[in-house]
């Protein structure tokens, strides 16, 4: 099977319209430099990265595999399997070490009954711990989806925050 062959029966034709636009935003010889975009799209519609998909984005981008599974698994930001609806991120990196995160961290292990890792059984929240999120200041630091910065997290506001999150309607369903 040729590789253009197998991008189209692995990303659905709005997809690869989307990978296009992202490359037409570098000359011809950088499209390379689209990967980031590339594999947040495929998350964006599938949930995650999975290795198959990893090996479809180094062909449309005409990269070697290896390099587009370091920029995956590099990242926090991308998911390489499946998980929870809420994705909380703790930094447990150096300077929130020294101001509870790690503490947060096992909080919430503690109050989700899950370890770090996990992703509770209802598939509603995965906890994992990340490098640092750029915030030390603020530790313990967290972020919610990729997206929400959350600071000072006391044991008080970590309760706080999974209450919310445990409370949000399914839209989905």
């Known amino acids: 099977m040729s590789d253009s062959v197998q991008s189209s029966a692995l990303f659905p ?8 636009r992202e490359v037409a935003k570098y000359p011809a010889d950088q499209k390379q430099s689209a990967v980031m975009a590339c594999l947040s799209i495929v998350q964006q519609e599938q949930g995650h990265i999975s290795a198959e998909t990893e ?5 449309y981008l005409g990269m070697p595999p290896i390099a587009v599974h370091e920029v995956t698994t590099f990242y926090n930001m991308y998911n390489q399997r499946p998980v929870g609806r ?9 300077p929130c070490q ?3 995160g790690q503490k947060a961290l096992q909080h919430l292990c503690s109050k989700l009954g899950i370890e770090e890792g996990d992703t509770t059984a209802d598939g509603l929240i ?12 603020d530790a313990p630091v967290l972020l919610v989806n990729d997206r929400t910065m959350c600071s000072f997290m006391s044991h ?6 999974v209450d919310v999150l445990q409370s949000q309607p399914d839209v989905s369903r």
Do not use: H, P
């Open 86 to 94: 809420f994705k909380i991120n703790v930094c447990t990196n150096l």
């Open 98 to 100: 020294l101001r509870d």
């Open 55 to 59: 090996k479809g984005v180094a062909e």
């Open 126 to 137: 995965t906890l994992q711990q990340s490098e640092c999120l750029g915030a030390c200041a």
């Open 13 to 20: 034709a709005a997809m690869l319209e989307r990978f296009a």
């Open 156 to 161: 008080e506001r970590l309760d706080a925050l």
